[in-house]
């Protein structure tokens, strides 16, 4: 005698936006409730993840033979590396957390909760970036390819200090859109190849139409300061602008971009279109 035995697989079907938002909104009160240390320990994860990305960015653009677009649509698959350490290693990255809105929409958080999260992982990140320009700079990883890597350092940053105050607003805007996405789109999948896969065209885009990032650019403007501070790429046009006014007068205005492309724009957007209660 024979028995038909019927197994039960588990859906392997991505998450559908209603119940994206319904996830986005728990992670939310969870992040909220996070303790101080936790958050500023897990966003300096972030910070230092989002920092390896740049990093692999930087050296894949330093081989000049590579010709403009293969590589921006290449060196965007690079910086990809962060933002996978990120949803996949679990960590508290700014511009991601700007989903939060939808629980503060749906009156789940406080604003205090929020700014509080907010405020601590800005700065957690920065730490954690900080953090990996010190150790890029002691493992002496500038001075890769004859220290074309150096110059790719200085060449990259002041490139993001030259732009003017609307133009980097404008690009932090575009930015968070593009990330805010990704991260939606790890929330819809359930396996790590989803989650991966999921990221890379809204990531690898943004880097290669030269959007603003403030957690990346927390890496990018001190490393290329350090180089510029150690003689590398003084000639480099926007070179002499890599101090702390260069620094910050790039990262308020990304960083305001960043929060009204994510919080506002997609944010918001999805909150009204699937997650508003009657």
Known sequence: MTTDKTTAHPTTECLAPADIEAKAEAAAIGKAGLPVAKTFVL???????????????????????????????????CFCLGLVLVLLCGAELFTGNSLMVCALASKRIGVRGLLRNWAIVWLGNFAGSLLVVALVYAAKIYQLNGEAVATTMVSLAAGKVTPDWLTLFSRGVLCNVFVCLAVWIGFAGKTVVDKVVGILLPISAFVACGFE???????????GACMVANGYGEAIPGAASLDIAGIAGNLIPVTLGNVVGGAVLVALGYWFAYGRRA
């Open 43 to 77: 966003a300096m994860f972030a910070g230092a993840f989002i920092a390896f990305g740049g990093l692999f960015f930087t050296v894949f653009l330093s081989d000049a033979s590579l010709s403009w677009g293969p590589q921006r649509v290449v060196g965007g698959l």
């Open 213 to 223: 990032h403030c957690v990346a650019n927390m890496f990018f403007l001190p490393m």
